[in-house]
């Protein structure tokens, strides 16, 4: 039971991640390696504000959140914008390049031992089966209102709806009299904030070291895959999907595999719905 | 003053030239059929008009104003609308959607309620679908929705390129009497098609490319009574080269 | 002295197969093996298992060589038939199970790996012995060479490299460019098998953490700057490798670095030379040149 509770809530961040992960897919067409990364960024951007600066912890994940998201953004204009006319898998190289500047630089600023936030001393609630910590509550509340503001924005705001049609149909996108460039821009934008707010909640929950989105990487690709690549809600459920099957596995089989179980659902899909379960068409 | 005027338009992709000083002008009410064997590079001159292969030399203007160093999304909005042959509409959007996002962000409620009114009226099909996913429309109905689109914004020049090609044979009258619905509604139409005695019978003028250059123009009707041009253009379909758009 | 150059000249041999491995993916194809090192593993272990109960070397390295390809022959066919993208993910996802089951399994040694591996050549005197073995990689590599090209030259690397250049021409090719990309995600993945029997008989034992993630971007960096020719390839990788291994020395001339920090400075060199190739210089230095086109400019500049 007390893995199921915590499957719900490593879920909600692996959800998280895939949000942030599929939102760039869907436009920009090929899946950023540097997400976990970013998700380590925004983790220890918070640490060094909160133990580093002493700052309280809240204000300390809003800069973080705020400092991961303009990253986002400078890597999205130096690295990935410069290769908007060349082939999709050289953004993906170049994905890895940023995925590896990100983690040279945390390791050089911060050190590659473990860390952790100060939070204050955490109680525990005890729901009958099992407990739940505040971090856990925070975890899920900012998950589940994140995505339904995100899903808001692409399918009830102009600027989502114009997401939406350049992932569908580029080049019908420009005759169309959508500012391409503009679109780009948000969509980094976006993804750039969800990530970097799964990256804060992932560091209350696991704990810091500079490897600590890379890990996570693996996972929020198969849940992006699982849920479609493109659907929000998708890549929420299968973030839930994946959480729940990890932590699972840890009582059933063994928690050092947790990851091959991540991997075995990813080649499941790709074997037997390579478009996801939510892609209608 | 002519409402499109391009003048000796060269374009092309990476190496290869596909328009070699093409010319063309449209004039306010008229249909403009442009024909010719596949590869002659119709499809092709309507994408340099908007901007999608840039022109490499040569001028295109729009009621006097120079297009050529304009970006697509500019031209567009100056009223030039433009419907591709293929994925011209976007599945994963709603037909409401598909519509909508012709008219710029900043355009005030009830004008867009009105744009949209107006259009239906044109496609009553529609009307009912407009809740529903691009993507559950049948071929008609999607290519219906497609002239819908290039005219939601109220265009002050309609491109078509070859609307009847993607659709069951017994669509294409009603495709080709929605265009000339477009027409006597008082948007002039540049049509190219490669039902070319159709589409001649339709126009006002035609022009006829070959290998990416003007083989020969005039008005319609006396094209479609050119013994010369019904040999070469209208009789069989020429077996023409299927040239892929990127050669490597 | 002598010994130690022969040793160097042999990492270079094993690095150089590595290159020309990845290279038949990424320089020829534009396949995208973010697990590469997984397979070199898998070829070092499965050599080491067998010559440790007692099979005769060559015939471990044939069987390693085939587990290798065998292994990457269903992450190709699970993969290649969608976007170029997924194979991307796969390798990733494989490499990173293929690491903890390393890690985790008592058979192959855990985290101590495998030690006491026969050594090529070890009935030899230890005086010759390392030139005798400098002598076999660096035939087997020049043999390897040899295959590329001859490979890269027939009608079948030009199918590749077309793949690699224009979706038109792969899509005309319609399925059988599947195909096309499963052979050579196979035997790139069978040539780092190689690499890995010969470097696990070489030093003697196996640990997990010699097959480091970051020696896949290590790699793949240093054919990215040498180019798809396999001379630029397996060059740009050793001369990358060697530059990278040099800055170990700096911190014996009193810069005051620490080790881990030079490594970290190491990844953010690969990190950022990945994002400025990728703009700059994609082609790398020396891209492939196919013989027939050569001569045919010869002729025009003649």
Redesign the interface.
């Known amino acids: 039971m007390q893995a199921a509770a915590d499957g719900v809530v490593v879920g909600a961040m692996v959800g998280l991640a895939a949000l942030g992960l599929t939102l760039v897919w869907a436009v920009e067409r090929f899946p950023n390696i540097a997400q976990g990364d970013t998700l380590t960024l925004a983790a220890y951007l918070t640490f060094g504000l909160s133990v580093g600066a002493q700052l309280p912890i809240v204000p300390a994940a809003v800069l973080a959140v705020g400092g991961t998201t303009l990253a986002v953004q400078a890597a999205y204009q130096t690295a990935f914008r410069p290769l908007r006319t060349s082939p999709r898998v050289t953004l993906l190289v170049a994905s890895i390049g940023v995925a590896l500047v990100i983690r040279a630089i945390v390791s050089l600023v911060w050190g590659t031992r473990l860390q952790s936030y100060d939070l204050p001393v955490r109680r525990a609630i005890s729901l009958g089966l099992f407990h739940v910590s505040l971090v856990d509550i925070v975890i899920l509340v900012t998950v589940l209102g994140l995505v339904g503001a995100v899903y808001w924005i692409l399918y009830r705001s102009r600027a989502g709806i114009e997401m939406r049609a350049v992932a569908d149909v580029p080049d019908l996108a420009r005759v169309t009299g959508i500012d391409t460039r503009r679109v780009l821009r948000f969509t980094w934008l976006l993804s750039g904030f969800v990530t970097a707010v799964a990256g804060v909640l992932l560091g209350a929950k696991i704990g810091l070291t500079p490897l600590l989105g890379w890990n996570l990487l693996l996972a929020a690709f198969a849940a992006t895959v699982l849920g479609s690549v493109g659907h929000p809600l998708g890549a929420i459920a299968g973030g839930f999907v994946l959480g729940l099957a990890m932590e699972l596995s840890t009582v059933f089989i063994s928690p050092t595999f947790k990851e091959a179980i991540a991997f075995v659902i990813l080649a499941a899909v790709l074997l037997f719905r390579p478009r996801g379960l939510l892609a209608g068409r | 003053m002519a409402v499109l005027e391009a003048h000796h338009v060269v374009a092309g992709y990476g190496d290869s030239v596909v328009l070699d000083g093409v010319s063309v002008s449209v004039e306010e009410t008229e249909l403009v059929a442009v024909i010719g064997p596949n590869g002659a590079g119709k499809s092709t001159l309507l994408k340099s008009i908007v901007g999608l292969v840039p022109p490499r030399s040569g001028s295109v203007t729009y009621h006097g104003t120079e297009l050529t160093r304009l970006t697509t999304e500019r031209i567009v909005r100056m009223g030039l609308s433009y419907v591709p042959q293929v994925e011209n509409v976007f599945p994963s959007l709603t037909v409401r959607e598909n519509l909508e996002l012709m008219l710029p962000a900043q355009t005030p409620r009830p004008e867009r309620q009105r744009h949209l009114e107006d259009t239906l009226r044109l496609f009553p099909v529609l009307t009912s679908r407009l809740p529903m996913s691009a993507s559950v429309l049948s071929g008609g109905e999607r290519q219906m929705l497609a002239l819908a689109r290039g005219l939601m914004n109220r265009p002050g020049l309609l491109l078509l390129d070859e609307p009847t090609a993607a659709v069951a044979p017994i669509v294409v009258d009603e495709i080709l009497r929605k265009v000339e619905e477009i027409r006597g509604s008082g948007v002039p139409v540049l049509l190219v098609e490669q039902n070319a005695r159709r589409a001649l019978a339709m126009s006002d003028r035609g022009y006829i490319l070959e290998s990416g250059r003007n083989a020969l123009s005039g008005p319609a009707r006396e094209l479609l009574d050119d013994p010369e041009v019904g040999r070469l253009y209208l009789g069989l379909r020429t077996p023409g080269s299927d040239r892929a758009p990127r050669s490597s | 002295m002598a010994p130690y150059l022969a040793s160097l000249l042999l990492f270079g041999g094993i690095y150089a197969m590595l290159a020309l491995g990845l290279n038949l993916q990424w320089g020829h194809t534009?396949l995208?093996n973010?697990g590469f090192v997984a397979f070199f593993a898998l070829g070092a272990y499965s050599a080491a298992l067998l010559t440790l109960n007692g099979v005769p070397l060559l015939v471990a390295a044939v069987i390693a060589v085939v587990i290798a390809g065998l292994v990457a022959y269903p992450l190709g066919r699970?993969?290649l038939?969608?976007?170029?993208?997924?194979l991307?993910?796969?390798t990733?996802?494989?490499a990173?199970?293929v690491r903890?089951?390393l890690?985790?399994t008592r058979w192959v040694g855990g985290a101590d790996g495998l030690t006491g591996i026969p050594q090529l050549f070890g009935p030899l005197a230890a005086d010759v012995r390392p030139f005798i073995q400098l002598g076999a990689v660096l035939m087997v590599v020049a043999l390897v060479l040899v295959l590329a090209r001859r490979l890269t030259e027939s009608p079948y690397g030009r199918v590749l490299r077309?793949i690699r250049?224009?979706?038109?021409?792969a899509r005309?090719l319609g399925k059988e460019t599947e195909g096309y990309k499963v052979v050579a995600l196979v035997l790139g993945s069978a040539l780092a098998g190689l690499a890995g029997a010969i470097y696990a008989h070489y030093i003697g034992y196996v640990s997990p953490d010699q097959f480091d993630p970051?020696l896949t971007?290590l790699i793949?960096t240093g054919i990215?700057i040498g180019g798809s020719s396999h001379w630029g390839a397996a060059v740009g990788t050793l001369v990358f490798i060697a530059a990278m291994e040099a800055t170990r020395f700096l911190g014996d001339v009193g810069l005051p670095i620490s080790q881990?920090?030079f490594a970290?400075?190491r990844?953010?060199v690969?990190?950022?030379?990945?994002?400025v190739l990728?703009?700059r210089k994609?082609e790398g230095l020396w891209p492939y040149r196919h013989r027939e086109r050569v001569r045919v400019t010869r002729d025009a500049a003649a």
């Open positions: 534009g995208v973010l699970l993969t038939r969608l976007q170029d993208d997924y991307a993910i796969v990733f996802g494989f990173e199970v903890i089951l890690l985790n077309a250049d224009s979706a038109e021409a005309s970051s971007f793949f990215v881990s920090d970290q400075l990844l953010l690969i990190g950022l030379l990945l994002i990728m703009q994609r």
